[in-house]
């Protein structure tokens, strides 16, 4: 059981508790002690992929912090919330609606690379704190700017979102605004696409975004930049690295599975997330002395990454640079 577990994760419990429902899977099907780790946190707000190493994947884990990730997301303009989401109290509100036509002239502003500031209720550590226990506290937050790529922005008229309502505002954001399953059970995904020049109660977004890109304050901004301010009321992560929704499973399915012994049927091999890798097929003498931490030479590739393979085996994952291959990650296969 070396490799990867995609769940799609649904709004409720933290990453932390979707590992130990991998965990609880392996135990019920008999699957003796595995390590088991995720491949960067999704918050309990947010739905969808959660990549979840098993075995020797675990030690591939943390370059999936490092990936792209991909997600769809509904702002909700008129009221900015302490937590940029539906969960937190509203801080600031405005009777400004803007049109489908004033969101499109808006978003090239916020793609490519970007400076946005975190939320303050954020996982952010600040003086050795945590931000979000420090906001919870009643201190004022104050984290720096920083620098982040948001590869593509888009939005579709067919998931505009309704109309503002006459008053230009309404109550207090709770948690019944979020949408608990997949995008198109959203209320801005459905109905028909918004009239010309109709003001937008909401608007659902689409983002693809480098490592450390803050949904929540690309939406707080959007909304400032359209003149009213706004927060995430629903989010959902459509893709992480090379792992996408159509890979990925409910806990409800998981278990399934577990109880079955049925889990190697949704196990991705471990080389799933170094798909962007190129393969080093290896002879048995050189992975000897790869698994023996020694540094091959003669190897004619180009510098960069590399996945050393014996056959099928993973055997590590290679640095090479002027023809010579050392080990970054070795995996006990």
Sequence with gaps: ??????????VGPGSTEAVSAVKRALRAGGYGKIKVGHGGTL?????????????EATKLAGRMLDSDKAYDFTIR???????????????????????????????????????????????????????????????????ASRDVVVHALSSSPARGGGPSRSDGGGGPATNDSLVTGPLHHSPSASGPPPRAG???????????????????SLARD??????????????????????????????????????????????LPLRAGLDDIPALPLDPD??????????LAGIARDDGLHFAMLGETPVALVEVESGQARVVRGFNL
């Design 222 to 267: 959007i909304a400032r930049a359209l003149g009213t301010v706004g927060h995430v009321t629903m989010l959902r992560r459509t893709k992480a690295g090379p792992f996408g929704l159509d890979s990925a499973i409910s806990l409800d399915k998981l278990a399934e599975l577990g109880n079955g012994r049925r889990l190697e049927q949704i196990l």
């Design 43 to 55: 918050d309990p707000l947010a739905s969808g992929v959660l990549p979840v190493a098993l075995g």
């Design 286 to 295: 050189q992975a000897g002395a790869l698994r023996q931490g020694r540094v």
């Design 77 to 143: 303009f008129g009221e900015e919330t302490d937590t940029l989401d539906a969960e937190g109290e509203v801080v600031a509100t405005s009777k400004v609606r803007p049109t489908h036509a004033e969101v499109e002239a808006v978003l090239p502003r916020f793609t490519g690379p970007i400076s946005q500031v975190p939320p303050a209720y954020s996982a952010l550590k600040v003086d050795g704190k945590r931000a979000y226990d420090l906001a919870r506290a009643g201190e004022m937050v104050a984290l």
């Design 1 to 10: 059981m070396h490799g990867w577990v995609i769940l799609d994760k649904p």
């Design 198 to 216: 109709e003001e937008l109660e909401d608007i659902t977004l689409s983002a693809h975004v480098s490592k450390g890109t803050y949904i929540r």
